[in-house]
């Protein structure tokens, strides 16, 4: 597609139930990120996904977060169990692996989870 | 680990003022420098960036120089306008392939 697509814009759960977050990143991006935005602070990495290659999940806060991405490009983003502290827009980004490490991520508008 | 120090915010200036948001890292070996810009209401965009030492981003009349002796790249604008009104991120992407980004800086511009 022309940009990256996250559905839903808007989500809004109660405590404890599970929710799954999706991203469609640029066609033919083999790199995909996610990460979390929360009011008042910055950025937080969550995960990565580079091709077949293991992703790197060092980002996510706790086990009940989990991330997959099936046949190299779709996501979904799972959160079991939300607690009101996840409350946050979920960003997701998508690049080309550039050899020259100039990877310019483009990302997506972003899914604001809102637990009450 | 890699991390990136911004100017803390927010920055509230007059139309047509010079614009300087600061921005300092840390980080193993070689990383490519960004800032990124997110309107009120958008995304986040890319707004320039530098993948090596002495390299100047330019874009929309921003520019940031990627300063390896001071681990600095520190964003300016010589005249803002006040659609420039947005948050604007410093990041880094190191050797680990994910983007380190600074907590962000409010900027708004008065007419």
């Known amino acids: 597609g022309a940009g990256v697509s996250q559905s839903p814009s808007n989500k809004v759960t109660e405590k404890g139930k599970d929710v799954e977050l999706r991203c469609d990143p640029i066609s033919g991006h083999t790199a995909l990120y996610w990460y979390r935005q929360s009011l008042g602070q910055g950025l937080e990495f969550l995960i990565y996904?580079?091709?077949?290659?293991?992703?790197?999940k060092s980002g996510l806060p706790s086990d009940r977060f989990s991330a997959e991405r099936t046949g190299g490009s779709v996501s979904t983003l799972t959160i079991q169990r939300t607690q009101q502290e996840d409350s946050a827009v979920y960003l997701c980004?998508?690049?080309?692996?550039?050899?020259?490490?100039?990877?310019?991520?483009?990302f997506g508008a972003g899914s604001r989870l809102t637990v009450l | 680990g890699d991390s990136v120090t911004q100017m803390e915010g927010p920055v509230t200036l007059s139309e047509e003022a010079f614009l300087t948001i600061n921005c300092t890292y840390t980080?193993?070996?070689?990383?490519?420098l960004f800032w990124y810009v997110q309107y009120p209401g958008e995304g986040l965009q890319l707004l320039l960036k530098?993948?090596?030492?002495?390299d100047k981003g330019s874009n929309k009349g921003f520019e940031a120089t990627y300063r390896k002796e001071t681990t600095s790249f520190h964003l300016e604008k010589g005249s803002v306008q006040v659609s420039d009104s947005a948050v604007y991120f410093c990041a880094l992407l190191g050797s680990a392939r994910q983007l380190t980004f600074g907590s962000g800086t409010q900027l708004t511009v008065l007419p």
């Open positions: 530098a993948t090596k030492a002495d």
């Open positions: 980004a998508s690049s080309l692996l550039l050899s020259s490490g100039a990877n310019v991520l483009t």
């Open positions: 996904f580079q091709g077949n290659s293991a992703p790197d």
């Open positions: 980080a193993t070996g070689y990383p490519s």
